[in-house]
């Protein structure tokens, strides 16, 4: 029933705290996918402010 927690999407560390592409900060926060794109993730960076995906 609940769809929270999916095997495909590991919180291992990699959910919290990914590092951002464009200013390498690990200043993000992970937003909740969108889409059914379930290998992929969406994180937003505090430091420069931008969303970006990490693919899982
Ligand atoms: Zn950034």
Redesign the pocket.
């Known amino acids: 029933m609940r769809r929270d927690l999916d095997p495909s999407v590991t919180t291992s560390g990699a959910a919290e705290g990914a590092e951002?592409?464009?200013?390498?900060?690990t200043?993000?926060i992970r937003e909740h996918p969108k889409g059914p794109s379930l290998c992929r993730s969406m994180h937003y960076?505090?430091?420069?402010?931008?969303p970006?995906e990490k693919f899982e």
Do not use: G, I
């Open positions: 951002c592409p464009y200013c390498e900060s200043d993000t960076c505090n430091s420069c402010e931008q970006f």
